[in-house]
């Protein structure tokens, strides 16, 4: 098979010829069609500390078809068409093909194109956890609460704001720093945008609205953590996704009753958690709300082909932290 790789931090993606890997167990073996590109990729990439060998294969949002399967699988056959996210520890979907288990794959929508449903399996993932796990925001009794998404338009945010207006029946404010990233959150459904680059509490209480039962956090936790303090209701919940760089004192959460929870996608699969195979259901829902056209894709780029120019184009998109939506590329 063909594949991208990395042997260093500092080089650029390298066109390697391996093996075609053997599915046995749970795993499928995949005929990559498209994949998306996301932050994860290239904080791997920056993990790589010395050079090694073999080069390191990232990427972890794809669709495409099974041509092999383990002799445990139980939730595919040959020639189903798919969509998956991975797991960060195996090796990614910059390839031809990949093994990925069936457990945390999802039977792709019909409706789409391949390059519309590559956009959407790691974000999709991601929003649905951090919402209805992490949050625990109830579809049937929650609607009409406030939520606050910090950094709507990026990836996460783009299917995060659908799913909190479309599925949860909430009202969503959202933040954006530019006049064309406002206007895709509200393309995607915000009811209200403000400036995270500027004063957020005030921006918020200008609105008139509750303060927020919910806060999701998908732009610079160590940033934004005061005003997520002072704005979230008591007994709200707050959700991040942005690892931090500073120490925050939990106590200011204490007279509220408020709580602070961690959305990590890749935790089920790297700890191969009993509930693993809830991302497989999570992913066929998602393509049920995408077929049904109640959610959009949140692509926004097809870049080309997946080439070594194309991978460091993507990358240098990916960190201007100006991304809006999802960037995808074309099978190798």
């Not at 500390?49 to 794809?62: E, L, T, Y």
């Not at 404010?173 to 995607?188: D, F, G, L, P, V």
């Not at 509930?275 to 998602?286: A, P």
């Amino acid at each position: 098979m063909k594949a991208l790789g990395f042997s260093s931090n500092d080089t650029s993606a390298q066109l390697l010829e391996q093996s075609t890997p053997q599915a046995t167990a749970h795993d499928l073996l995949i005929k990559i069609d498209a994949i998306a590109v996301n932050p994860v990729d290239t904080k791997v990439k920056a993990s790589i500390k010395a050079p090694i060998s073999p080069a390191k294969i990232v990427g972890w949002d794809a669709t495409g078809t099974v041509v092999a399967i383990g002799d445990h699988v139980e939730l595919f056959k040959l020639g189903d068409n798919v969509f998956y996210a991975g797991d960060v520890t195996r090796p990614g979907c910059y390839a031809s093909h990949q093994l990925v288990d069936e457990r945390i794959v999802g039977h792709a929508p019909t409706s789409l194109s391949v390059t519309e449903i590559a956009a959407m399996p790691l974000t999709s993932i991601t929003a649905w956890q951090a919402l209805f796990s992490r949050l625990r925001i109830n579809k049937k009794h929650d609607a009409g609460k406030n939520i606050l998404i910090i950094g709507g338009a990026g990836g996460v945010g783009s299917i995060a704001i659908q799913l909190a207006k479309k599925v949860a029946g909430l009202n969503v404010i959202t933040t954006a720093s530019r006049s064309e990233s406002e206007q895709w959150c509200r393309k995607m459904g915000a009811d209200h945008v403000i400036n995270h680059h500027s004063e957020m509490v005030l921006q918020y209480r200008t609105l008139g609205l509750r303060d927020p039962d919910y806060i999701l956090c998908l732009n610079d936790t160590d940033r934004h953590f005061a005003a997520m303090a002072e704005l979230i209701a008591p007994q709200g919940l707050i959700c991040s996704i942005v690892g931090t760089q500073q120490k925050h004192d939990l106590d200011c959460l204490k007279s509220k009753s408020a709580g602070f929870v961690w959305e990590f996608m890749f935790t089920r699969s790297m700890f191969k958690t009993s509930d693993m195979i809830e991302q497989h259901h999570l992913l066929n829902t998602i393509a049920k709300l995408l077929d049904d056209g109640i959610l959009t894709s949140t692509l926004n780029h097809v870049i080309g082909p997946l080439t070594t120019e194309n991978i460091e184009k993507a990358h240098i998109k990916l960190l201007s932290g100006s991304t809006i939506g999802k960037l995808v590329l074309t099978s190798i």
